[in-house]
């Protein structure tokens, strides 16, 4: 068989496990999801060296992944846009799910500006992702260690400086299909204290379009939340900071995750009543 061939009879067998199959479908839709992930995140790379440390450098992997988003059949929903603090930089605290956060980081980037993030410095490692990782200006600390601390000082005085957004995910691991947020680490506290900036919450709803093997269409709702203060506090305010944020984040991510429900039970039922 020519090349044209074997290529009509993969499309042919990815649309019948596409149509046939929901594991199949879910499976296509990760695969896509990573594989696109990975290309625009390291294609731009030599547009990338001509402003190195630049954060408006994930602007393009931003975009490309809002729009692979519609063909995994999610639609995007940001709230709250009034509430970003200006003229100051913040910690963004979201809550973890998923490698869809990824998406997430995609549709805050360009609507709070000048963002960052922080990660393990072996990701750095992993290239060319770390590459690009460092050319949009992802900072990297050595977890476990003293090097840790130096870095969390370091990202306090960029922020200052720079007026710049770090995006965290305290819970610190993936928390999906469970109803309830995981306990708030606090890294993310004490860098906002060393920072001397506000803690901005992010509230994203649950995934409940995925769904053991199955990768349903959904919506993706994204809530940017009012500032938590951090102004004349001090390391025996951080337990206060983490149980206000824990409360605020748990309470819109329970509205945000019903109102979806509430949606969807709504839609089913024009559907069949033929609205």
């Known amino acids: 068989m020519g090349f044209i061939a074997w290529s009509l009879a993969i499309v042919a067998f990815l649309t019948l496990l596409w149509t046939l199959s929901d594991a199949g ?11 696109i992930s990975i290309c625009v995140a390291t294609l731009p790379i030599p547009i990338m060296l001509l ?25 995007l929903s940001v709230e709250g846009v009034e509430n970003i603090v200006q003229n100051t930089g913040c910690v963004v ?3 973890h ?4 956060d990824l998406i997430v980081l995609a549709c805050l980037w360009p609507i709070m500006d000048n963002c960052t993030v922080i990660s393990k410095k072996e990701v750095f490692y992993v290239q060319p992702f770390g ?3 460092w050319l949009w200006g992802t900072i990297f600390i050595e977890r476990g260690s003293k090097n840790a601390l130096d870095a969390v000082n370091k990202t306090g005085e960029i922020i200052r400086q720079r ?5 965290m995910f305290p819970e610190g691991t993936r928390n999906l299909g469970k109803n309830k947020l995981l306990p708030l680490k606090k890294g993310a506290f004490h860098l906002a204290l060393a920072s001397k900036v506000p803690i901005q919450p992010v509230a994203v709803c649950r995934y409940k379009f995925l769904k053991n093997l199955r990768f349903e269409s959904g919506t993706l709702k994204i809530k940017i939340l009012p500032i938590i203060p951090t102004e004349g506090c001090t390391k025996d305010d951080i337990p206060k900071l983490m ?12 509205a945000l995750s019903d109102s979806g429900v509430k949606e969807n039970r709504y839609s089913n039922r024009t559907e069949k009543n033929g609205h």
């Open 25 to 35: 479908k879910c499976l296509i839709k990760w695969v896509l999801f990573i594989t």
């Open 51 to 75: 402003r190195p440390r630049d954060p408006k450098n994930a602007l393009i992997p931003a975009a490309a992944l809002r729009a692979c988003s519609t063909f995994l059949g999610l639609t």
């Open 93 to 95: 605290l979201i809550n």
């Open 97 to 100: 799910q998923s490698m869809l």
């Open 131 to 133: 590459l690009a990782s």
């Open 163 to 167: 007026k710049a957004r770090v995006l």
């Open 243 to 254: 149980e206000d944020t824990y409360r605020v984040l748990s309470e819109n991510l329970d």
